[in-house]
């Protein structure tokens, strides 16, 4: 989720060659074997170094996207998911710091998880992930995040549309209709948690979906904690949803019937999930049209620069108007 950054940090890890990332590691001495492997990552620069027994990852932060206190703060809520037993990759503490520092870079170095791709169509799958999501949120629960940032209306939402409106990528042509449609769909997104202002929000992955986890002999492996957020629990649950209707009726029921095994569930959260769906849409496009000038944007969505991909995508909002208008789908 993306924070405001000046325009002169268009290309901010123009400076990071594979020589820096080497130097960076062997600074804090991890020892790196001269094996260096980049992984696929937008918002910061994540590499693979060494192979075999005692490879890691290592994570190089968007400059001033969070804050030294925000990330503190992700790494202190991994560190309690681990310490809960939760799969979760929780970054090496060097010298008592998490948060490392070399040259104008912060990065933070993590063990290699094994593991597979999901599959959640399997016997049990969504059953064994509802229990995990439900023990990672006991653990947020505990206490609130004191830095971190809130999933609402305010900056997924109002700020997301002003980044696109402000933005080169949005077709003049359409710049009214956007005005119009993303207006129209923000207020029924504002009336669903007006209508839902009594729900409690806790500490959250924020960003659960499955390009986010891994799957091992276990069960789920969490991943990147990068975008933990407070918010209410059905955000780290509604993106494990997809298909028609009725499939995602049933994928709801087997995902609650895990998580009620571990936690509680508010069902007056089901009401959010269609708003929740609009805000990710409409930040979505935010985080692209925000990005677009980092050279790692336009390769990865060359389509966002075409009027025929707004034109579908206010298609898109239309149609999550109507669906935040429809009955709930999923219930109790």
Same mark, same amino acid.
């Given at each position: 989720?993306?924070?405001?950054?000046?325009?002169s940090?268009?290309?901010?890890?123009?400076?990071?060659?594979?020589?820096?990332?080497?130097?960076?590691?062997?600074?804090?001495g991890?020892?790196?074997?001269?094996?260096?492997?980049?992984?696929?990552?937008?918002?910061?620069?994540?590499?693979?170094?060494?192979?075999?027994?005692?490879?890691?990852?290592?994570?190089?932060?968007?400059?001033?996207?969070?804050?030294?206190?925000?990330?503190?703060?992700?790494?202190?809520?991994?560190a309690?998911?681990?310490?809960?037993?939760?799969?979760?990759?929780?970054?090496?503490?060097?010298?008592?710091?998490?948060?490392?520092?070399?040259?104008?870079?912060?990065?933070?170095?993590?063990?290699?998880?094994?593991?597979?791709?999901?599959?959640?169509?399997?016997?049990?799958?969504?059953?064994?992930?509802?229990?995990?999501?439900?023990?990672? &949120?006991?653990?947020?629960?505990?206490?609130?995040?004191?830095?971190r940032?809130?999933?609402?209306i305010?900056r997924?939402?109002?700020?997301?549309?002003?980044?696109?409106?402000?933005?080169?990528?949005?077709?003049?042509?359409?710049?009214?209709?956007y005005?119009?449609?993303?207006?129209?769909?923000?207020?029924?997104?504002?009336?669903?948690?007006?209508?839902?202002?009594?729900?409690?929000?806790?500490?959250?992955?924020?960003?659960?979906?499955?390009?986010?986890?891994?799957?091992?002999? &276990?069960?789920?492996?969490?991943?990147?904690?990068?975008d933990?957020?407070?918010?209410?629990?059905?955000?780290?649950?509604?993106?494990?949803?997809?298909?028609?209707?009725?499939?995602?009726?049933?994928?709801?029921?087997?995902?609650?019937?895990?998580?009620?095994?571990?936690?509680?569930?508010?069902?007056?959260?089901?009401r959010?999930?269609?708003?929740?769906?609009a805000?990710?849409?409409?930040? &979505?496009?935010?985080?692209?049209?925000?990005?677009?000038?980092?050279?790692?944007?336009?390769?990865?969505?060359p389509?966002?620069?075409?009027p025929?991909?707004?034109?579908?995508?206010?298609?898109?909002?239309?149609?999550?108007?109507?669906?935040?208008?429809?009955?709930?789908?999923?219930?109790?």
């Amino acid at each position: 989720m993306i924070n405001k950054t000046r325009g002169s940090d268009l290309q901010p890890f123009s400076g990071l060659t594979p020589e820096v990332v080497l130097d960076a590691a062997a600074a804090f001495g991890l020892a790196p074997d001269g094996r260096l492997f980049a992984l696929n990552s937008y918002e910061n620069r994540v590499y693979q170094l060494g192979a075999g027994e005692g490879q890691l990852v290592l994570k190089f932060y968007r400059p001033r996207r969070w804050t030294d206190a925000q990330i503190v703060e992700e790494h202190q809520f991994t560190a309690e998911l681990a310490a809960a037993e939760l799969a979760v990759a929780a970054p090496l503490a060097i010298g008592g710091e998490t948060l490392l520092r070399y040259q104008e870079f912060r990065f933070a170095a993590f063990p290699w998880m094994r593991g597979r791709s999901p599959e959640l169509d399997a016997p049990e799958a969504r059953r064994i992930l509802g229990r995990s999501v439900a023990r990672l &949120h006991q653990v947020g629960a505990v206490q609130p995040f004191a830095a971190r940032p809130r999933i609402g209306i305010e900056r997924l939402g109002w700020e997301a549309r002003s980044q696109v409106l402000a933005s080169e990528l949005l077709p003049d042509a359409l710049r009214e209709r956007y005005v119009t449609v993303s207006g129209a769909l923000l207020e029924r997104v504002s009336e669903a948690f007006t209508a839902a202002a009594g729900v409690r929000e806790i500490r959250l992955h924020g960003d659960c979906h499955l390009g986010n986890l891994l799957w091992n002999e &276990h069960g789920p492996v969490f991943v990147d904690l990068d975008d933990c957020a407070s918010g209410v629990r059905a955000q780290d649950l509604w993106m494990m949803l997809a298909g028609s209707p009725a499939e995602q009726q049933h994928q709801w029921s087997e995902l609650l019937e895990g998580y009620r095994q571990f936690a509680d569930f508010d069902f007056a959260e089901v009401r959010l999930i269609e708003p929740l769906r609009a805000l990710r849409m409409l930040h &979505h496009a935010a985080w692209v049209a925000h990005r677009w000038r980092d050279p790692a944007f336009p390769r990865a969505f060359p389509w966002a620069a075409e009027p025929r991909y707004w034109e579908g995508y206010l298609q898109d909002l239309l149609e999550q108007i109507a669906a935040i208008d429809e009955p709930p789908l999923l219930h109790q």
